[in-house]
């Protein structure tokens, strides 16, 4: 099997159209993020008000396939938020090792640079992150349209979003 980074959307929808695929999206089930440090990375989603609602060990075929490496084996921990339907699973690859990206926490590096939680009372929120040591990438904006919205560094190089609609 050829692996390919990408795939133009020219070649998907050849010989299909758009309307087929209206209604096979029900919603995002997780994001996924891979992690050296499984532990603190579940610490920096806690303090979020996350919770660990499962963990397991990963190995096998089943996850050979899925992943296309061979002998995987990682550490996993799936995290649950109070009235978010999205989940956020950790995985921590013990083999095969993999890459670290340098320049994937910058905003403008090619790819899915960060995700965003909503919140209400934001200004609360940055205060008490700001207690727990967090680092932002620069003040409270307000954009344009409304919205305030601040950038948090997170483990790993992640970029989270903290916004209030």
């Known amino acids: 099997m050829e692996y390919r980074d990408y795939v133009k959307v020219d070649i998907l929808f050849k010989k299909t159209t758009k309307k087929e695929f209206l209604g096979m999206i029900k919603g995002i089930h997780h994001i996924n993020i891979v992690v050296t440090d499984i532990e603190n990375a579940a610490d920096f989603f806690q303090l979020l008000g996350f919770s660990v609602f499962e963990r397991k060990d990963l190995s096998g075929e089943w996850i050979d396939t899925v992943t ?3 002998g995987v084996s990682a550490r996993y921990a799936g995290l649950k ?3 978010i339907d999205t989940a956020v699973e950790l995985l921590q690859y013990n083999t095969p090792s993999g890459e670290r990206f340098y320049g994937i926490s910058k905003a403008n590096s090619i790819g899915i640079r960060h995700f965003a939680f909503q919140v209400e009372n934001i200004e609360e929120d940055i205060r008490k992150l700001q207690d727990y040591g967090a680092e932002f990438f ?4 307000k954009n344009p349209y409304g ?3 601040i950038y948090l560094k ?6 989270v979003e903290l916004a209030e609609l």
Do not use: R
């Open 154 to 159: 997170g483990p790993e190089g992640i970029i």
């Open 68 to 70: 296309g490496l061979k």
């Open 81 to 83: 938020h109070p009235g």
């Open 138 to 141: 620069g003040p409270l904006q």
């Open 147 to 149: 919205k305030k919205m």
